[in-house]
């Protein structure tokens, strides 16, 4: 299985400033995703990030507001911008596993709460 | 739009009880992921499904993919408090995205 970290494990942020959040991964993966976890609910995909190319959002998320990038095969940030209480979650990246297409490997997230 | 149902939503439960959680779509899956999250950390990988019918063990936990490939269910026998955490099921189909379950919030007490 593919290890990933975080950084910030968690942070707590004024209202309108930005915070971005890194993702590393000890081996080269094709696709990472970031997830949104709002508090007690399950997890929603922002968006899809390749290396080499812009990311893929979902509906409801915009790239003005989740600016994503992708440098290279085991690294990816994910910033939240022009934050509100609303964006108070766990931010959550992933991979695919590198042998096995229909799994998917977790970061330990990072709790963000805007005050 | 593919959509996963769990059940039950929430569960609490003395340590030794054994319990089933369920995870349900009308759609179809080639793969099914069930997944567990303790509190301040991300979600852990437990077991992909990947056959109709399949059952897998692992130790305590036993899963089992329908044969249509639209449900599955988690069997715990003797829960431990540490088993205590969030269960995710998630679907998946070759070139899409994950679709993950709202979750069952189980609670083990001592």
């Known amino acids: 299985s593919a290890v990933i970290s975080q950084k910030p494990s968690r942070d707590i942020c004024q209202r309108g400033t930005s915070l971005t959040i890194q993702c590393q991964v000890d081996s080269q993966v094709t696709m990472m995703f970031w997830y949104r976890q709002q508090p007690g609910q399950s997890l929603t995909l922002i968006a899809t990030a390749n290396q080499g190319s812009e990311a893929t959002y979902e509906s409801g998320f915009v790239i003005d507001k989740f600016p994503i990038s992708r440098p290279n095969l085991t690294f990816s940030t994910l910033t939240v911008s022009n934050m509100s209480p609303e964006d108070s979650s766990i931010y959550l990246c992933?991979?695919?596993?590198?042998?096995?297409?229909?799994?998917?490997?977790f970061g330990p997230g990072t709790r963000l709460l805007v005050l | 739009t593919q959509l996963l149902e769990q059940s039950p939503q929430f569960l609490s439960i003395q340590e030794g009880e054994n319990l089933t959680v369920y995870c349900n779509s009308s759609?179809?899956?080639?793969?099914l992921q069930w997944y567990r999250q303790e509190p301040g950390e991300g979600p852990v990988l437990l077991v992909t499904?990947?056959?109709?019918?399949e059952v897998k063990k692992l130790k305590r936990l036993t899963f089992q993919f329908g044969d249509a490939r639209k449900d599955s269910s988690l069997h715990i026998t003797a829960a431990q408090p540490g088993d205590t955490g969030l269960y995710l099921c998630?679907?998946?189909?070759?070139?899409?995205?994950?679709?993950f379950g709202p979750g069952t919030r189980l609670s083990v007490l001592p």
């Open positions: 992933s991979v695919e596993g590198p042998l096995r297409w229909e799994t998917q490997y």
């Open positions: 759609s179809v899956f080639s793969s």
């Open positions: 998630a679907g998946h189909n070759y070139g899409q995205n994950f679709v």
């Open positions: 499904v990947v056959t109709g019918g």
